[in-house]
């Protein structure tokens, strides 16, 4: 990665902007729906900059407009001074963005998809700016609006899940459920209300038991591009990933990040399914395993799954194509 993404709270606090023209108001406007303070310095300042300015300095900069901020943005059209507010905030220590200059910049600014609290955030490090707004409009069409409040009324209770479910396994399992079901459906609908009351009969009766379940899924010919949606939904909600070292890292990367990641144990005995023991002792233990699997993930899936089916534990397999598409040489 080229930066790390971070989301950062400015609330009330001190971001420096210099500059004053149009691009510098654009910032403003972020800056300010974020709650930051904004300390604005150039010699002529656009009239709409004027009242988002907490404080305003005509004139040019100088190296004490960086006391006291936690963000620094140099929104001008002259590289030199937008190369020194970038020297002398990283001498400093302080985050800074230089607009349209990502090699002068600590920090960037992403296409932004807002449905607070839901945040998302797409960047291309700043080489490819239109390529990342693109890619915010498929999200922007995809998230309906609504995701923020339901977002936030998982804010509400999120204090009272976590005491009347100490397991981390049963509080995932509760709000996957809670953000794929009625709950979620009826705030989607319109019904903010009926959702709050659902969300809260769940709670009153509700201690899921971690339920474990094993996912089989074959990769294809190992092409992020080409694995199925139903795919990507399992690698993200498993609690462990066994994968061998067939198994691009590109593939493995995609599953959720926080999931325990497991290397295949061989079978003790000839006769044993491949994975089958290991599958089993980690499902019984309450998780949600995927194995990923070469090709159509064919290979001892028969064996395995009737041991599974032996000790009642259910399996999710999905196929994987055998091989990538193949395209006709042009003429």
């Known amino acids: 990665m080229e930066f790390l993404p971070l989301f950062h709270s400015l609330q009330s606090r001190v ?16 800056l300010c729906s974020a709650g930051a303070r904004l300390r604005v310095v150039a010699p002529r300042i ?15 900069y100088i190296g004490g407009d960086l006391d006291g901020v936690v963000l620094a943005v140099a929104a001008t059209n002259k590289s030199p001074l937008n190369a020194t507010v ?43 700016p239109v390529l990342a707004r693109l890619v915010r409009a498929k999200l922007e069409s995809w998230l309906p609006a609504r995701y923020g409040q339901l977002a936030g009324l998982a804010r509400q209770f999120r204090s009272q899940v976590k005491t009347w479910l ?3 396994q049963q509080r995932r399992i509760f709000w996957e459920d809670a953000f794929q079901g009625p709950i ?45 949606f139903r795919a990507l939904r399992l690698m993200q909600q498993a609690d462990a990933v ?56 064919a290979t001892c899936k028969r064996d395995a799954l009737d041991a599974l089916a032996v000790h009642d534990i259910p399996c999710q397999v999905v196929p994987g194509i055998a091989s990538a598409p193949t395209h006709p040489e042009p003429t």
């Open 15 to 30: 971001v420096l902007l210099v500059g004053g023209g149009d691009v510098a108001l654009r910032k403003a406007r972020l």
């Open 46 to 60: 656009h009239p709409e900059l004027i009242p988002l300015a907490t404080e305003l300095h005509q004139r040019s």
């Open 86 to 128: 970038s020297a002398q905030a990283q001498a400093r220590g302080i985050p800074v963005n230089v607009v349209d200059s990502p090699s002068l910049c600590s920090a960037i600014f992403p296409a932004i998809v807002d449905r607070s609290p839901l945040m998302v955030a797409v960047s291309s490090g700043g080489h490819a």
């Open 166 to 168: 100490p397991s981390v």
């Open 184 to 228: 979620a459906e009826a705030l989607l609908a319109g019904h903010p209300g009926l959702a709050h009351r659902l969300l809260e009969a769940k709670l009153a009766g509700a201690a899921p038991q971690p339920s474990g379940e094993v996912y089989w899924v074959g990769i294809g010919p190992g092409d992020p591009d080409l694995l199925t």
């Open 242 to 297: 066994i994968s061998g070292p067939s198994i691009p890292a590109t593939i493995v990367d995609l599953c959720r990040r926080d999931a325990d990641r497991i290397a295949p144990r061989p079978p003790a005995t000839g006769k044993e399914p491949c994975c089958a023991r290991q599958l089993i002792e980690l499902a019984r233990q309450g998780k949600r395993v995927l194995l990923l699997v070469p090709g159509d993930g």
